[in-house]
């Protein structure tokens, strides 16, 4: 059971450059989220999902698109990377309310 | 708006001692779920426990207890007998509302930073 994936671990853009990062669960949870661990910030809520189909912003929304097409998966976008958003990504997944949520593994992001 | 706080940057404990982290919040809910949650050097997030707004007793899970203190807002996580595996960043966090209605946001705070000492 693999729980909660993300691709990739590590990623190095450059400023404007465009990628997407993929969190993929296999417990079919229905709410997935996306959040940012920044030095002093704690984790912040980027977008997050409640279903199929569905998502809404967060805390920190600016500059990050998010899609939820399949259940199973929830992708997040940088469409024009800053250094501002070089940060330790996290996605996490839970089956609902109020059971507690599985975090996957992280991925290191470097805007340069 | 939901809020997390937790004012404890770093604690220092000493080995099979007791450490108390601290974590208030704020919600205009009745319903909502505290959480804690571990993060050693690894850097994977480990689930410790959870306590409902409707739970009449403190949750406990093996050495972790939680003291919810409703009409304060606060949520301390108790680790009893601190062993040098504990040293990590402990996080507070809060799903508003537990029950029903559209945001279902999970937020965290900042984190306390523990060291327990030989």
């Known amino acids: 059971n693999a729980g909660v994936t993300q691709t990739p671990k590590f990623r190095v853009l450059k400023t404007g450059q465009s990628m997407t990062l993929l969190c993929a669960q296999d417990?079919?949870?229905?709410?997935m989220y996306w959040y940012r661990q920044d030095p002093g910030m704690g984790l912040r809520l980027i977008h997050y999902?409640?279903?199929?189909?569905?998502?809404a912003k967060g805390e920190v929304p600016d500059g990050y698109n998010v899609s939820r097409l399949k259940k199973q998966n929830f992708l997040l976008g940088l469409e024009s990377a800053a250094p501002s958003q070089t940060s330790v990504y996290f996605c996490?997944?839970?089956?609902?309310?109020?059971?507690?949520?599985?975090f996957g593994q992280g991925t290191r992001l470097t805007v340069v | 708006a939901q809020k997390i706080t937790q004012t404890q940057p770093g604690m220092f404990v000493q080995e099979k001692e007791a450490v108390t982290l601290d974590c208030t919040y704020d919600?205009?809910?009745?319903?909502?779920?505290l959480f804690w949650y571990k993060q050693p050097s690894s850097g994977e997030m480990i689930f410790l426990i959870y306590?409902?707004?409707?739970?009449?007793q403190n949750a406990t899970e093996g050495r972790y207890s939680l003291n919810f203190q409703k009409a304060r807002k606060s949520a301390n996580l108790v680790i009893s007998a601190s062993q040098l595996g504990d040293s990590a960043m402990y996080f507070c966090?809060?799903?508003?509302?537990?029950?029903?209605?559209?945001?279902?946001?999970?937020?965290f705070g900042t984190g306390t930073l523990l060291a327990v000492q030989p």
């Open positions: 306590q409902g707004s409707y739970d009449e």
């Open positions: 996490a997944s839970s089956y609902g309310v109020p059971l507690e949520a599985f």
């Open positions: 966090a809060m799903r508003d509302p537990i029950y029903g209605g559209a945001t279902n946001k999970l937020i």
């Open positions: 919600t205009s809910d009745q319903s909502y779920g």
């Open positions: 417990m079919n949870h229905e709410y």
């Open positions: 999902s409640v279903g199929e189909g569905t998502t």
